[in-house]
């Protein structure tokens, strides 16, 4: 994959992520929620469709070559969250705080630090001037 289309798809994988765990800034309180805890409430199809995002997630965070180590936390974190999501009520308000789309998001920039570190800078400006 050349530096565009991996520029992209990170890219893609940080809009996905603030979406899904981020993006609704709860007035007063100054909260963020995303859309995965909203989704959560309808049942049964809530949570295998928030699942689904989030496995979209991370098989886009594969393309990078993320060690299997990190790979095994990120589906941890996102097994972890639908189990606990299929719980009504307490399952929604553990993914409204847990937010394993962002966690795994934390955990691809950490490998990208450390192994294309000129990749995460350079989407990190485009994305900051996209965005600000």
């Known amino acids: 994959m050349d530096t565009a289309k991996r520029l992209s798809t990170l890219n893609r994988i940080r809009k996905l992520s603030r979406l899904m765990d981020t993006s609704i800034r709860i007035p007063l309180i100054g909260f963020h929620i995303g859309i995965d805890p909203i989704i959560g409430l309808l049942p049964g199809a809530g949570d295998l469709i928030s699942t689904a995002f989030s496995a ?77």
Do not use: C, W
Request: hydrophobic content about 45%; overall charge negative.
């Open 56 to 132: 979209y997630i991370i098989f886009l965070a594969t393309r990078f070559g993320i060690p299997h180590r990190d790979l095994a936390k990120m589906i941890f974190n996102v097994g972890l969250e639908t189990v606990v999501g299929t719980v009504p009520l307490v399952g929604d308000l553990f993914d409204a705080f847990y937010k394993s789309n962002i966690r795994n998001l934390a955990i691809l920039e950490q490998h990208l630090t450390v192994v294309e570190p000129e990749l995460k800078e350079v989407s990190d400006e485009l994305y900051k001037s996209k965005f600000s």
